[in-house]
């Protein structure tokens, strides 16, 4: 590697630590991974979760059971926008652990001495069940190093560390009961006996959280009531970390979608505080594959604890000028209902379906700045629709009527002008006047711009400079790169060429085709970009997809009246990408590139006469994808002489 690349490399891993992903989310909170039994700390005012990460088993898939191969760690200032650090921890890195194991289940970390401890359960290397490992770093987000050794005298899972006002830790953990003991100093070692706490009503337990609140110990873990047989989240009290604890009650019923596990923290960001728990909303039949959720947390005078009842809309306010999910409401009703967008990929997530009169209310939007004059909404409408829409603050309220043109039923964003509203935190409520699907709405200072239309059959030609602009594009596939160094020649023939679903290089997908990659069900699109560049960055985040580590799959068809000899394909790309006409290789771009035009350039080529197919895959690690396309002659000049169809 050259002293560049390696800088690159640096900056790269660097940028993912302090650049994370970024996403915003109600419940759940992690819209593009599964994620459970969350951990929350407060490090340096901000909050840290530390989940466990399921995956579906990629060596036994047909064995419905937990499966788990790394750590991720997600922050948040507001508890509305969420930041994925990556993977912490895996458990090929675990000295003691099973590479193979599959079993990284609820971890917790705590703070000590500017050190950051996290504690993981995983299998061991030789033998059956559990240890607990501890693995160190010196910020939240890593990299954290494994101690070489589990922790002597600990079998069992769910760790979690109370570091009591008498200046002890305690480390709690489950596997056949609740079991409570002191840690040493180094936070690596036990100081004493563990003890298993035998006060609590009979049923399973697990999950283990304790925490400290005006000199009282909470011990709060996961129940199963036996007229049940799902798991609640309960509690009980004491004057002692180590007990006698007292049975309180419940914080959580059992889930209502038949989650069999539940898994929780609780903690106080902010003056408030806030139960992280997780259900399976993406995974409705397989309750293996969880979600982290979030709701606020009250205790009544006595010190007890408020029954929580789990919502859609969790908390924090939502900033307006983002997609605000409308189908996470505050409240529901008039015949309006929430449905998968894809019961294929539930990571599409929810829309919200209007009957004529249907309403929900959407609490806490931030208009900020100097006001909304525009809302955007991505709808599917007929003619003649409206909706009422009301923004309410207890003091000044809003209620306009806002026509909404046709989208013939099909998904586009639009936008329409509104009377001016002050910046101000409200609450919102969308009645429908008309049936209509609404999958999100934000509201803007200006109209929204919109990077891409659906494509429609009207003729179309490249643009005045000769760029393609209507395209076949394919949803991410997920391609893990924390840098772009890799995109060598070597590494692109081998993993752009790869079949990733069948027909990649030989069909041609039309508007709403699925394919089935990984597992995963992706959809093509079929789009107009509204400008010269396809912004890929901007595709995926308009379908609310995963931006970093991809490879998007871009074809569209070029038709022509005669041959149209001696042109050159002009390619620019962020980042590599590989270009083919009509089933040949034609380009190649390497390395960490941006997007510039005519960045490579192709052999000469010929256009022959009727349909020439051009498809081209993209890959990028850190970095917002988009690429530009155009054929120009031996001379230079674009070449216009022919018509874009998809067809
Ligand atoms: O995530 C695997 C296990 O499921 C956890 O360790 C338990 O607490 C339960 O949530």
């Known amino acids: 590697m050259t002293m560049n690349e390696i800088m690159k490399n640096t900056l790269s891993l660097l940028l993912l630590a302090l650049c994370p992903m970024s ?49 991720h760690v997600f922050s948040s200032t ?45 299998a061991p290397k030789e033998g059956r069940g559990f240890g607990i490992g501890v693995a160190i770093a010196d910020r939240p987000f890593g990299p954290y190093k494994p101690v070489e050794k589990n922790i002597e005298g600990v079998m069992g899972i769910d760790p979690c560390v109370l570091q009591a006002s008498d200046g002890n830790a305690y480390l709690f953990w489950g596997g056949g009961g609740l079991v409570v003991a002191k840690l040493k100093d180094n936070l690596l070692e036990l100081d004493g006996k563990p003890e298993r706490i035998t006060t609590l009503p009979e ?71 806030y139960l992280f728990y997780h259900h399976n909303d993406y995974s409705p039949s397989f309750d293996k594959n969880r979600s982290i959720c979030c709701d606020s947390l009250f205790f009544n005078a006595d010190g007890t604890i408020q029954l929580v009842k789990p919502t859609l809309r969790g908390v924090g306010i939502t900033d307006a000028r983002k997609p605000v ?5 505050s409240e529901i009703g008039g015949g309006a209902a929430i449905e998968y967008h894809d019961t294929l990929n539930y990571f599409q997530g929810w829309k919200t379906v209007f009957p004529k009169g249907g309403y929900v209310r959407y609490n806490k939007v931030e208009v900020k700045g100097e006001g909304a004059k525009n809302v955007c909404l991505k709808v599917k409408t007929r003619a ?31 936008n329409v002008p509104v009377k001016a509203v002050a910046a101000g935190v409200y609450d919102l409520r969308f009645t429908a006047k008309a049936d209509m699907e609404v999958d999100w709405l934000s509201l803007t200072a200006e109209p929204k711009e919109t990077y891409f239309t659906p494509a429609t059959d009207a003729l179309m030609t490249p643009d005045a400079d000769g760029f393609i602009r209507r395209w076949m594009l394919l949803e991410p596939i997920d391609k893990p790169n924390r840098s772009n160094v890799v995109f060598t020649d070597t590494y692109l023939r081998e993993h752009l060429t790869k079949e990733y679903f069948s027909g990649e290089f030989s069909v041609l997908p039309k508007d709403g085709d699925k394919v089935t990659v990984e597992g995963k069900r992706l959809t093509w699109h079929a789009l107009e970009s509204n400008r010269f560049n396809v912004k890929l960055f901007r595709f995926a985040t308009g379908l609310d997809k995963q931006v970093y580590g991809v490879l998007f799959c871009a074809v569209t068809v070029i038709d022509c009246d005669e041959d149209i000899e001696n042109v050159r394909l002009a390619v620019g790309s962020n980042s590599a990408s590989m270009w083919w006409l009509n089933g040949k290789e034609a380009v190649l771009l390497s390395g960490d590139r941006r997007m510039v035009k005519d960045d490579c350039i192709s052999p000469r080529l010929t256009l022959k006469k009727g349909r020439n197919i051009l498809r081209g895959v993209v890959i990028n690690g850190p970095g917002m994808s988009d690429f530009c396309v155009r054929f120009i002659d031996e001379k230079g000049e674009p070449v216009k002489n022919c018509r874009i169809t998809l067809k």
């Open 203 to 273: 049923g399973f337990k697990e999950g283990p959280f304790a925490f400290e609140r005006n000199g009282k110990y909470y011990l709060t873990y996961p129940w199963v009531r036996k007229e049940k047989g799902t798991e609640t989240l309960a509690y009980a009290m004491s004057d002692n970390p180590m007990g006698p604890y007292e049975y309180k009650g419940l914080i959580m019923e059992e889930s209502a979608t038949g989650c069999w596990t539940n898994h929780h923290s609780i903690v106080d960001y902010n003056g408030q505080w």
């Open 325 to 329: 999910q409308i189908d996470r409401y």
């Open 384 to 414: 003649n629709a409206s909706a009422v829409l009301e923004l309410l603050d207890g003091k000044t309220s809003y209620k306009m009527t806002v026509k909404l043109p046709s989208t013939d039923g099909a998904w586009q964003e639009v």
């Open 23 to 71: 996403m915003s989310a109600q419940n759940p909170l992690i819209t593009n991974q599964f994620t459970a039994d969350p951990t929350a700390r407060v490090f340096n005012n901000r909050v840290f979760v530390f989940p466990s990460h399921d995956i579906i088993s990629p060596v036994e898939p047909e064995k419905k059971w937990f499966s788990m191969a790394d750590y």
């Open 78 to 122: 507001d508890l509305s926008e969420w930041s994925d650090h990556g993977v912490i921890l895996s458990q090929e890195q675990v000295p003691w652990g099973n590479p193979k194991g599959y079993s990284m289940w609820a971890p917790d970390c705590v703070e000590k001495d500017g050190k950051y401890y996290f504690f993981f359960p995983d």
